[in-house]
């Protein structure tokens, strides 16, 4: 499976958008590109997935590169809620979770 | 439905013990997967399993067993409890390989 990176943390402002960037440049061409997130003392729960287009769903949008070798997760309107650990992770035969991207959103 | 369930939520193990983290979904989902999260890290697979009867080791197997006799249930055995094994041990499950996974609230292990 092909490796990500993200930032380890980003900082947002509530009720702003919010873009959580991702590269996985050793992308393979039937990898899915999954975003997922954890709250605090939480298991990770699914946010979005997709292929080659670009995905919108109740939660958030993911825009994925031409190339596919980035991806760029987006929260709409930033909530408190939201302050979550972000994972990106690219998808073939199993799931290889990275450190992720830590989300603080101030008040 | 209760989702993916799973127990005990915290158990202390002393070195050389033994136990079995239980782990159910309601979903009728065909994979079940276990990972482990050490502190400050991502989630490690550990064995998962593709439906009843079948299952097959993750990247973290060593010292740990699984069984799946029933679509419901998948659970995950420590045999002669280490130090290292101590994480938050967290069941997840899925109805397709690709798909998106369903995580159980996790069991905080600690082995002393």
């Known amino acids: 499976d092909a490796k990500t990176t993200q930032p380890n943390s980003m900082e947002s402002n509530e009720e702003e958008p919010v873009h959580l960037p991702c590269n996985h440049s050793?992308?393979?061409?039937?990898?899915?590109i999954h975003w997922y997130r954890q709250l605090p003392s939480q298991g990770p729960e699914y946010v979005i997935h997709?292929?080659?287009s670009n995905v919108n769903n109740r939660m958030a949008s993911l825009a994925i590169a031409e190339d596919r070798k980035s991806s760029t997760l987006i929260l709409h309107r930033a909530t408190l809620r939201d302050a979550a650990v972000y994972y990106c992770?690219?998808?073939?035969?199993?799931?290889?979770f990275g450190a992720g991207t830590r989300l603080t959103v101030k008040p | 439905n209760a989702g993916v369930t799973q127990t005990p939520k915290f158990r202390i193990l002393k070195i050389g013990q033994s136990m079995t983290l239980q782990c159910a979904q309601d979903?009728?989902?065909?994979?079940m997967y276990w990972y482990r999260q050490d502190p400050g890290m991502g989630l490690k697979l550990i064995y998962y399993?593709?439906?009843?009867?079948?299952?097959d080791k993750g990247e973290v197997p060593n010292g740990y067993n699984v069984s799946r006799s029933t679509t419901e249930d998948f659970p995950l055995r420590l045999e002669l409890a280490a130090p290292s094994q101590t994480s938050v041990y967290f069941c997840?499950?899925?109805?397709?390989?690709?798909?998106?996974?369903?995580f159980g609230p996790g069991t905080r292990l600690t082995v002393t």
């Open positions: 997840a499950s899925s109805y397709f390989r690709e798909y998106e996974q369903y």
């Open positions: 979903m009728n989902h065909n994979y």
């Open positions: 992770i690219t998808f073939n035969n199993d799931m290889r």
């Open positions: 997709g292929l080659t």
């Open positions: 050793t992308i393979s061409g039937t990898d899915y």
């Open positions: 399993s593709v439906g009843a009867g079948i299952t």
